[in-house]
């Protein structure tokens, strides 16, 4: 087993030690040491089975590779988290893809960069790319020919149909649904439940039935 930290440490951290236990429940993967956070002071606690083990600082002390997981809801802030530890670290830290052992794809046909959580449910047909450090939360449809860049966090129960383009830092809303062939440009929202019919201009905020701007 290969030790592993997660960075972060609220909701979402949880969640995504839930998806590495699953992992080990599979095959013994990972041993999890706790979390990381920025702030010192958050060390010792804890959120779920996990604790706070130290601040950014604890891979100052790191003499071989360390796996890690960022585990942020903000694609912006997941964004400057990796790009600065990258910049300080970048000669101990890996960044393994977390699939659950659920995701059913055609994985010769998918193709991954680093960092990703893929979590339980998920569906990937054929023909899709996903960057790096993207977080595809449970139970998503990922449509033939879809490409999803860097940074982007898609909440549960998205649906995404064929052909569409989801640029770097985007956010998507629980249970919205894009319609095929359609771009997200970067550092955009789409809120939840929202269904897309159009392309979403760069850093644009849509929501309802069919999708609008907010701004």
Known sequence: MEDIVIIGSGGHAKEIAFLIEDINANKKTWNILG????????????????????????????TEKINIAIAIGSPLVVKAVQTRLAKKYSHVLQFPNLIHPSVKANIRDVRLGQGNLICAG??????????????????????HDTIIKDYCVINPGVNISGGVAIESTCLIGTGAT?????????NATVGAGAVVTKNVEKGKTVIGIPAKPID
């Open 35 to 62: 979390y990381i956070e920025k702030d010192r002071s958050d060390t010792g606690k804890v959120n779920g089975r996990y604790e706070v083990i130290d601040n950014e600082s604890f891979f100052d002390k790191c």
């Open 178 to 186: 894009i319609l095929q062939y359609l771009t997200i440009g970067e």
């Open 122 to 143: 998920n569906i990937f047909t054929t023909d899709i790319l996903v960057g790096s450090f993207n977080c595809i939360n449970r139970s998503c449809n990922i449509s």
